[in-house]
């Protein structure tokens, strides 16, 4: 969970001096508009690897909500502890951060349970960015037997089928071992605020539903 720091700022294409830009800020990645406004600046309190404070802002055409600056693909992994540890927590936090977690899983599950009812579709329930597939192994045991994880880490995807016995693979969404037209839906909760070509995903991920899958209706979902 992030701590917000600032209000929301009605400035314009400028950066706050927490992680500020030394360039022009990069364009949007859905519109490729410069403009934006500062919703506000926070700092990360959920991996504690960082002091840094980041921002958050609105594009000013297509209202897509981001970080700017954006971190460098090569810096990211600073921002992430291995998965084999996690920062120390008192008991308080830790139950608060688990209940948090279950609400979550509940609401990704109703959310896809409605997904696959209005659409119809049968075939695979693809999630990407599975981690250690909690959540497709929570899908299974409601009744959705054919699903399958994608994730950009081996050892989560080994996880997924160690912990959790969900068949999972190491790929991106472009190279997924799928057959076009073979995904009742598509999952991707918390992923698309990570990509940096967030548009080619989307695109690579309508080709591998099924026909009557629908991009629109949240076949392909990320809610906060």
Known sequence: MAEMLDPMSSTTAAASSAHAPSAPPDPC???DSVEYKV????????????AEKFQVVECGVCRLIRMEPRPAPEEVRKYYPPPDLTPAVKAPELSVRAL??????ISQLR?????LRDS??????????????RFLDALRRRGTGNVA?????????????????????CATLSRAPCAPGSCAA????????HLYHPVAYLDAARALLAPEGQIGRAHVSTPV
Do not use: K, N, Y
């Open 29 to 31: 990645p859905a519109c």
């Open 39 to 50: 919703l506000l600046t926070a700092e990360d309190r959920r991996f504690r690897t960082t």
């Open 100 to 105: 948090c977690e279950r609400l979550s899983l």
């Open 111 to 115: 959310f896809t349970d409605r997904a």
């Open 120 to 133: 119809g579709e049968t075939g695979l329930v693809l999630d990407v960015g599975c981690g250690d597939g």
């Open 149 to 169: 994880g994608l994730d950009f880490s081996l050892s989560f995807a080994a996880d997924a089928w160690r912990i959790h016995g969900v068949p999972a693979v």
């Open 186 to 193: 598509i999952t991707m909760f918390h992923v698309l605020q």
